[in-house]
Each structure stands twice: as structure tokens, then as C-alpha cells.
């Protein structure tokens, strides 16, 4: 990619960011500023505007294939100086707390305040010390000194910082930021690359002409990190199968690496998928055209552990699922291995080896899309409840904008720009380590407790993968405790809930209730008349007074029809 541009160019592109310092939303350099006058700016981003001003694209640190001695060559030659930012863990500490501490989010950020206030009455900023035994000398001082009226740590326009405690709590957490950095170096260095630049992937999709809401594209990719077997349910043409095909595109190094199959209407058993044995040659097996079991197969080599590789099957209901997935559901839990065959090895005509049995190792995902209309066999809420389910749906505003501005796809200018994250990719989602949360816990056995009056109830799995959805979703996303308790009620525990309106009807109102601030009861007539101010969950209470409407016109409701 050939990039020149004047001092002049790259001034224009300075003072556009200054006049509209929304552009720096999402492009934030973790590590190097431009130095301007004085003033700040992420050097990529200079150098996108400016490209944008002469008819160009946006422009990410990938396009030059993640080195960042091209891009910072450009502006220094150009008479930019270009520096690395002072040594700050604060921003690793936050993404560290987030996924080690099992607190509220409002005790996480009391604790970032607490440490900054505390730095100015010690008189250095703490988040620029790295010496842990300095760190641990000011903790013990604190634990003897903070709670002195009066004393070195007292502040009166902030008393309780000191004498609750605040200042110590706090301290204690950045020292063991500092202990969990020494165990493992690349928390710092390496933090970006952690979280695999799932902004990058935002704006690359953007890029391709898909626009997709934010929140969408995140709950998709922390779902895949909780369990490899993602539902896109919904409406036909709402961007289910384009979600999966750009991720895929984005993060893989070439098209080997995935499989989008689209499921025939006539899959009545596990052939399309895994193939068969020849009944007439003892040593011969005939691989699926699908190229499904070349894959699984592939994904199993031990030299190919660090890449990810991809099943999307599109439009899974066309046929029954469990005549064809079986194999793929019970392995998920059990996991164990599908045996293809028995009695000596087979190869397949082409004389490619085909083990007697193949397992779904832990770097192969399988997607599914579902489209909802009259044509297509229902997934029984067993299958649902196997997967992260994520509902598509497209709203007047979305619509409105795609009318305004409708533009082409090309998913040609993702291709393997992700690729060099996809080895976190895989370190992220082999994380299964959940801490306690007694605030979950609670709100969580309050939805139990309805869903169990109609017998949808939820067992030890699907409680595991809620926490686990929720501490992924913390992870590459900035959501509230109450947007993550949100989406986990929807995506595990929504999907089972399914009856007649007189098996239903009292329990959705109970649900419904459950996400209301100060709900006392509720009326289908006056829903409208609701405040979004005093709805905790707004994914599920939408979900719920759909199916709510969906039993009472039809005599039944379930999570995928309504």
C-alpha cells in the first residue's frame, strides 16, 4: 500500500480531529502519540483522515501489516514527531480488573478514583509504579495510618476514602495487578493483542460497506469465546450469515480454514456432514463434498492447535437438526469422539487417510444461522439451549439509515487482517476460569425460580455458561453489570421458555416483572407507558412482551417464533 502525503495534508487531518474529536472514538493509540503543538494525537489515525481528505479509505495499523515503523516513518518524515507515552498502568489495570475481580463494575471504578486521589496526596502518580515492594510498604502504611481523623491520608472534602478503607481495598488490588504482570510479562506489553483488537474488526466490517450495531458484533465474538457453537436466529437478509462469513475472513489466514455449508433440505442423517464408510470396499471412505470432515480433521493436527478454524452451516433449519447434528450435540458436552468407522483404516478414493474416529478439538466453531419464517422446522429448545443464541433483528432506525446511505459489500478488504490476533483468540476462549459473584447469583435464582413454574428451569451448564458469557463479555466490551445479566438471560435462559398461554402466560409476566426496576405488575395494554428509565434489562423485556403478544394472538409462544 503506497502512502505519501505533504506536511500540509497531514496538518488538515490534525485540525479535522480537533474540530471533531468524535473521530478519536475507537482509534486510540495505547502506546504512541503525535506530537502536535503540544497537543496529542494517535498517529494512525492522522494519517487516516488525511488519506480519507484525497479520496482514500480508512486506514488501520493492518494495512500496514501491523508494523508500526512504516506508518511512523511517514510522519517523521514529514517533521512530526511521533513519542511513546509515559509509562501508565492505569488502562492495564482497568482491562485486569475486569476480568480478575468478581466485583461490581461501580466498585471497580471507585477503586481507579480512589487510587488517582490517593496519588495526589502521596505526591507521584501510583499507576507509574512498577516497584511492587514500594507498593506493598505504602499498602501496610495504610492499613496503620488511613483510618487516623486527622491523619496523612484524611482528606475532609472526601472522609470516607480513608476512614471506610477505600484507599487500602484499592491499593490492594493494584498490588496484585502488579504480582499477576510478574507472573505473566505480556499483560502489559501484549494487552492490545489480548483482546485481539476486536475494534479494528468493527471498523474493518465498516470498511467492507456492513454496518453492524457495535454491540452486536461483540456479544457475537464473546460468545464464541464462552462455547464454540453459536445460533444466529432470524429475520432472512438481517446480516446473520454476513456476521459470520466477515469474521471469519478477518481473523483466518486463508480460506482453508473454514467451511460456509449451506444445509440441503434433504440432510436426513450425518452423511452431508462426516460422510460414510463404502459398504462394497473394506478400505475405503467417502468424504462429504461439504468438505465438513476435512476440516474437523484438519483442526485435530497438533501443528494446527494455534489457528482457529470455522464451520458456518447456513440456514440449519431446513431440516430436522437432530437427524443430522446429533453426533456434533452430544460430543459438545461429552466431549468425546464421533466414531466414523469400525475394523481397519480407511482412505477416501483420492487416498486421503480418514481416522475411525475425529473429535471436535477446542480451535474448530461451529455457527449456525436460522431463519424464522413458516417453511423451516423449529429448533427444539434442547438444541437452543446447546448454544450461545443471538437474535437478529432489524429496528426503523437501522433501516432508515440503510435507505439513506445503502452501499456495496466487499468482504475482499477483510481478508486475514485479523490474522495475527488469532492465536489470543484461542488463548481467550480456552480461559474457563469463573470467580463467584453472590449479586448474580441472587438475580440469577430469581429467574430460576419463575422458569421453573413452567419447566424451563436451567441446570448447572447453563449457569456456568452465563457467568463465563458474562466474563467474556467484560473482557473486549464496556458493559455494565446489568447489559451483561442482560444478555446472558437472553442468549441462555430466554431460548428453553416455550407453552401455551395458559402453561405460560402468569410466568412471562413474572419474567417481565423481573425486569423492571419497581415493577408492581404488568399490563400488555399500558407496556407502552413504561419508562425506559425503569427497565434493568431492555433485550429481554422486548423479548418477553413479544412472546407475551405471540400467546395471547396464537394460544402459544416460543423464543423462536416470536
Known amino acids: 500500500m503506497k502512502i505519501d502525503f505533504t506536511q500540509g495534508e497531514l496538518i488538515k487531518a490534525i485540525k479535522q480531529i480537533d474540530s471533531n474529536p468524535d473521530l478519536k472514538r475507537g482509534r486510540h493509540s495505547s502506546r504512541y502519540d503525535l506530537i502536535y503543538k503540544g497537543a496529542k494525537y494517535p498517529p494512525i489515525l492522522v494519517l487516516s483522515v488525511a488519506n480519507e481528505f484525497k479520496g482514500g479509505k480508512e486506514i488501520t495499523l493492518s494495512d500496514f501489516k501491523n508494523n508500526i515503523e512504516i506508518p511512523f516513518k511517514i510522519l517523521r518524515d514529514k517533521g512530526f514527531e511521533v513519542k511513546e507515552k509515559s509509562l501508565n498502568n492505569q488502562k492495564d489495570y482497568i482491562e ?24 495526589k496526596i502521596v505526591g507521584y502518580n501510583i499507576f507509574e509504579r512498577n516497584n511492587l515492594n514500594e507498593i506493598i510498604d505504602l ?60 475494534q479494528e474488526f468493527i471498523q474493518s466490517i465498516r470498511n467492507s460497506g456492513l454496518n453492524f450495531d457495535p454491540t452486536i458484533v461483540i456479544r457475537f465474538i464473546a460468545s464464541l469465546l464462552t462455547k464454540p457453537f453459536v445460533l444466529l436466529t432470524g429475520l432472512s437478509g438481517s446480516g446473520k450469515t454476513k456476521i459470520a462469513q466477515s469474521f471469519v475472513q478477518w481473523i483466518c489466514e486463508d480460506d482453508s480454514q473454514y467451511k460456509i455449508i449451506p444445509v440441503g433440505a434433504d440432510w436426513t442423517n450425518r452423511e452431508p456432514l462426516l460422510g460414510y464408510p463404502n459398504g462394497l470396499s473394506p478400505e475405503e471412505y467417502i468424504l462429504p463434498d461439504s468438505g465438513v470432515l476435512n476440516i474437523i480433521i484438519e483442526a485435530s493436527k497438533d501443528e494446527n492447535q494455534h489457528k482457529p478454524y470455522f464451520l458456518i452451516l447456513d440456514e440449519m433449519n431446513l431440516s430436522h437438526v437432530e437427524r443430522y447434528f446429533a453426533d456434533f450435540l452430544s ?27 475425529v473429535d471436535i478439538s477446542k480451535n474448530l466453531f461451529i455457527i449456525g444461522t436460522v431463519n424464522i419464517d413458516e417453511t423451516t422446522y423449529m429448533f427444539s429448545p434442547k438444541v437452543l439451549d446447546r448454544a450461545n443464541t443471538i437474535e437478529f433483528r432489524i429496528d426503523e432506525a437501522s433501516i432508515k439509515s440503510f435507505f439513506r446511505q445503502p452501499s456495496t459489500i466487499d468482504l475482499s478488504v477483510l481478508k486475514s487482517k485479523g490474522a495475527s490476533t488469532s492465536e489470543n483468540f484461542l488463548k481467550l476462549a480456552s480461559d474457563n476460569h469463573i470467580v463467584p459473584n453472590d449479586i448474580y447469583a441472587d438475580i440469577f435464582v430469581k429467574f430460576f425460580n419463575e422458569l421453573k413454574k413452567t419447566g424451563a428451569e436451567f441446570g448447572y451448564r447453563t449457569a456456568f455458561e452465563m457467568l463465563l458469557l458474562m466474563k467474556k463479555l467484560s473482557y473486549i466490551g464496556t458493559f455494565s453489570d446489568n447489559e451483561c445479566i442482560d444478555i446472558a438471560v437472553m442468549q441462555k435462559l430466554l ?9 405460560i402466560a402468569k410466568v412471562l409476566d413474572a419474567l417481565i416483572l423481573l425486569c423492571l426496576k ?9 407496556n407502552e407507558e413504561i419508562s425506559s428509565e425503569n427497565i434493568l434489562y431492555p433485550i429481554t423485556f422486548e423479548k418477553l412482551v413479544r412472546m407475551y403478544k405471540n400467546a395471547l394472538d396464537n394460544g402459544f409462544t416460543s423464543y423462536a417464533e416470536a
Not at 111 to 116: D, G, P
Not at 164 to 181: C, E, H, I, P
Not at 331 to 352: A, F, H, Q, W
Not at 495 to 503: A, E, I, T
Open 96 to 119: 485486569w480488573s475486569k476480568r480478575a475481580l468478581s466485583i461490581q463494575t461501580s466498585t471497580k471504578q471507585q477503586y481507579v478514583t480512589s487510587i488517582e486521589n490517593l496519588s
Open 331 to 357: 460430543v459438545m458436552e461429552s466431549e468425546d469422539k464421533i466414531m466414523l468407522y469400525c475394523g481397519t483404516n480407511r482412505k477416501s478414493p483420492e487416498g486421503v487417510y480418514v481416522p475411525p474416529f
Open 495 to 503: 431460548p428453553k421458555l416455550h407453552g401455551s398461554r395458559s402453561k
Open 139 to 198: 499498602y501496610e502504611d495504610l492499613l496503620k495510618e488511613q483510618k487516623n481523623k486527622g491523619g496523612k491520608y484524611y482528606e475532609e472534602e472526601r472522609p470516607s476514602a480513608s476512614l471506610k478503607g477505600w484507599y487500602s481495598a484499592s491499593v490492594k488490588t493494584y498490588v496484585d495487578f502488579l504480582k499477576a504482570r510478574k507472573e505473566d510479562t505480556n499483560i502489559g506489553n501484549n494487552l492490545n493483542y489480548l483482546l485481539f483488537n476486536q
Open 518 to 526: 419497581d415493577g408492581q405488575s404488568f399490563s400488555i395494554a399500558k
